[in-house]
């Protein structure tokens, strides 16, 4: 039964792995627009966040890079040859994916590789040599069945309290009772000295459970878990976290925000999450990154206000704000927060698109050399084309 169970967990992590490759190479029925934008952004890199995808990041210029992927593919440009557009612009670093070829083929035929590794080690755990059943009193069961019966006469062996201590107590007990008895037969004593062997065994792992298993031995069945697990998760592989770390002081702000490093749940599921903490901004921070990537401005502006007011240094958190109210037709209000942002961080990109698009709004005759000093230190942004042709530039 043991062996069966096991072939069938087996059988099943196999046929899900497949089944998860043949989905992931299948082609999808007439994808949408929206969706073969997601489809290519989600491979590229945010021009100016840390490990973000352009998918992902709320930043302007994420924002724009994915209306540059809208244009192509309305122009009739194939996923290749956008992808490419951007790495003609930014480098190879630009794609999450690797190439599959070169080195980066090893990345793709990882799944593979871990399957047939996974089906390896499993096949030999089922097919490992079995002791029979059934073991007579030798040498194995009566040397350690004496030992323990020596060192507990010698006063050296007191089973303490534990699962495994009163287990031995017990075993020791009907050994020498069967030992005291002259009607005992010769059965007897072997049956006792067999649970003896047993009990003593199990009490002594608990000190060597240290040790170093032999390669041959039974594989633990939290390994096989682990392992099962680890496969899926990298045939899956939709769900690959980046790790987040704060910045510290002078660092720019652009990129990605320090948030849990765990699935997005939904709005509705952050919401009462950051209701229930309501004194943690990360909880505001998230639900209002959750808000902005669902359009909704106006709770993601009320949203990233409560975790600034509750951290009012998070440089990050405000230009996400900012970002927000520019894209909500709110501008205006983003102007003083911004140009204290500008002020600090003169030269990074993502500030003074934001700085110059909310001067913009507000009718700022400033608006012009802000938005012309970003184009000076990010002319190849997917946000320059738009910037030039609101300056008139051509």
């Not at 930043?59 to 122009?75: G, M, N, Y």
């Not at 792992?205 to 392992?227: F, I, K, Y």
């Not at 106006?298 to 206000?305: I, Q």
């Amino acid at each position: 039964m043991r062996r069966a169970a096991g072939a069938a967990v087996v059988g099943g992590v196999v046929v899900l792995a497949v089944l998860g490759l043949l989905r992931a190479a299948a082609p999808q029925n007439s994808p949408s627009i929206p969706e073969q934008v997601q489809a290519v952004a989600v491979g590229l890199r945010c021009p100016t966040c840390q490990g973000q995808s352009v998918a992902d990041s709320a930043s302007v210029l994420a924002a724009s890079s994915r209306q540059v992927i809208e244009d192509q593919l309305r122009a009739g440009r194939t996923p290749d040859q956008i992808r490419q557009y951007f790495v003609d612009r930014y480098g190879e670093e630009v794609l999450l994916s690797p190439d599959p070829s070169g080195v980066g083929l090893l990345a793709w035929l990882l799944p593979a590789l871990a399957v047939a590794a996974g089906g390896i080690v499993a096949w030999r755990w089922l097919h490992r040599p079995r002791s029979a059943p059934e073991r007579t009193a030798g040498d194995a069961v009566v040397v350690p069945a004496r030992e323990a019966l020596a060192a507990h006469r010698a006063g050296g062996l007191v089973p303490d309290g534990s699962p495994a201590g009163e287990s031995l107590r017990k075993a020791l007990d009907v050994r020498l009772a069967a030992e005291e008895d002259d009607s005992a037969d010769t059965e007897a004593l072997a049956r006792a000295d067999r649970r003896l062997a047993a009990a003593f065994g199990r009490y002594r792992a608990r000190e060597t459970s240290a040790r170093v298993r032999d390669p041959g031995a039974v594989l633990p069945r939290r390994a096989v878990t682990a392992g099962a697990a680890v496969v899926l998760l990298t045939l899956a592989g939709v769900g690959v976290g980046t790790a987040m770390g704060n910045r510290g002081a002078g660092d720019p702000v652009t990129g990605d925000v320090p948030v849990a490093a765990e699935p997005a749940p939904g709005v509705a599921a952050l919401r009462a999450e950051a209701e229930a903490r309501p004194q943690d901004p990360a909880a505001w921070l998230a639900l209002g990154r959750a808000l902005d990537r669902a359009r909704q401005f106006d709770p993601a502006v009320e949203a990233y206000d409560r975790a600034l007011a509750l951290q009012p240094a998070a440089d990050d958190v405000a230009l996400l704000r900012g970002n927000v109210l520019v894209r909500a037709g709110r501008g205006a209000e983003a102007v003083p927060t911004m140009r204290e942002l500008a002020g600090r961080y003169p030269d990074d990109p993502d500030v003074l698109l934001v700085l110059g698009l909310a001067q913009e709004a507000a009718g700022a005759p400033e608006a012009t050399d802000t938005l012309r000093r970003f184009l000076e230190l990010a002319p190849d942004s997917p946000a320059a084309p738009g910037v030039r042709a609101l300056l008139g530039d051509g």
